[in-house]
């Protein structure tokens, strides 16, 4: 059974940082890139950070561009986005997804953690 599940989302005030967590299982999770994203309440869903399969390149959204990092370690099937330098425009619920391109599209997605920056 194909899982991914985030963790370490919560409560934070302005200027803090917290780790996210997305712990992966029943499929080779080595061999797929992973995205982050977000969606604040009435904003459509955006992408924060992606980490190619086997810890290759990195990219970030021009907001988190510096204060955010992506990692993987794939000996544990878990990624993890790090945040630091928390705005209160982060709040968001934030996915984890995995995705894989072959002859088949393959494209799962955890079920996300709350972020709440606030004073």
């Known amino acids: 059974q194909v899982r991914l599940v985030e963790s370490g989302g919560g409560l934070v005030q302005p200027g803090g940082s917290l780790r996210l967590s997305c712990a992966a299982s029943?499929?080779?999770?080595?061999?797929?890139?992973m995205n982050w994203y977000r969606q604040a309440p009435g904003k459509e869903r955006e992408l924060v950070a992606h980490?190619?399969?086997?810890?290759?390149?990195?990219n970030y959204a021009a907001p988190v561009k510096g204060r955010f990092t992506i990692s993987r370690d794939d000996a544990k099937n878990t990624g993890y986005l790090q945040m630091n330098s928390l705005k209160p425009e982060d709040t968001a619920v934030y996915y984890c997804n995995a995705v894989r391109s072959t002859w088949l599209y393959y494209n799962y997605w955890g079920q996300g953690t709350q972020v709440t920056v606030s004073s």
């Open positions: 980490i190619a399969a086997a810890g290759g390149s990195t």
């Open positions: 029943g499929f080779a999770f080595s061999s797929y890139a």
